[in-house]
């Protein structure tokens, strides 16, 4: 989706398990991000990074983390610690120029089993 | 703290018509405005944009209203379709931030 590919589209965890979503994109975008959607809800921001290397903590990062080695990629490691990870987790990537560039993938579905 | 709701969960309208997408915001320090479209199980499509020097911008089909003496944004759509059918979102950019806030999202149902 506009340049930007998730995976997987399905995810299942076993409590206790550590589990990595990825998130590419090609739009040569310097800032991305992962926000989780619960049913009904609107998007709540996990983490983003602005530059290679470098990266924040949103407003619910506890029992989550990311690394940035590279311009393209940006994966998000649900971690153990996260105690109701069951969600939809979706990326997005923006160009430096202004909110309006955002462009999101097409998610993934975790769920704890 | 920031947020950005909307008035309705569910906006039921039949073909044809002229579809009206409500959402308060209460950070006044906000300087962008986003409309998302958002189809199950797909990730959020941009519609439209407004920044808060204006208070109204055309798109094809849909015009998004920006009143910021009552912090409020509308979204309309003109002669809905039924692939307008989906979970529309409005967002926010504060001032000096790099942060999207999302409201929690209004589902159009489209009827024949």
């Known amino acids: 989706d506009g340049g930007i590919t998730q995976s997987p589209k399905y995810l299942f965890r076993k409590e206790g398990q550590n589990v990595t979503l990825s998130c590419e994109q090609n739009?040569?975008?310097?800032?991305m991000y992962w926000y989780r959607q619960d049913p009904g809800q609107g998007l709540r921001l996990i983490y983003y990074?602005?530059?290679?290397?470098?990266?924040q903590k949103g407003d619910i990062a506890e029992g989550y983390s990311v690394s940035r080695e590279k311009k393209e990629s940006f994966p998000l490691t649900v971690t153990s610690a996260q105690k109701n990870p069951t969600a939809f987790y979706l990326c997005?990537?923006?160009?430096?120029?202004?909110?309006?560039?955002?462009?999101f993938g097409s998610g993934t579905r975790l769920t704890v089993v | 703290g920031e947020s950005v709701g909307l008035h309705l969960p569910t906006l039921s309208v039949q073909e044809g018509d002229n579809s009206i997408i409500n959402c308060a915001y209460s950070?006044?320090?906000?300087?962008?405005f986003i409309w998302y479209k958002q189809e199950s199980g797909k990730g959020p499509q941009f519609i439209i944009d407004?920044?808060?020097?204006?208070d109204k911008r055309q798109g094809q089909r849909v015009t998004v209203l920006l009143n910021k003496t009552v912090k409020h944004l509308s979204l309309q759509i003109a002669a809905t379709q039924p692939g307008d059918s989906a979970v529309y979102f409005c967002?926010?950019?504060?001032?000096?931030?790099?942060?999207?806030?999302f409201g929690t999202g209004t589902r159009l149902q489209v009827f024949p």
């Open positions: 739009l040569n975008h310097d800032a």
């Open positions: 407004i920044r808060s020097n204006m």
């Open positions: 997005a990537s923006r160009s430096g120029q202004g909110a309006g560039g955002y462009t």
């Open positions: 967002a926010e950019t504060p001032v000096n931030t790099d942060k999207l806030i």
């Open positions: 990074s602005q530059i290679v290397n470098d990266f």
């Open positions: 950070n006044s320090a906000s300087d962008y």
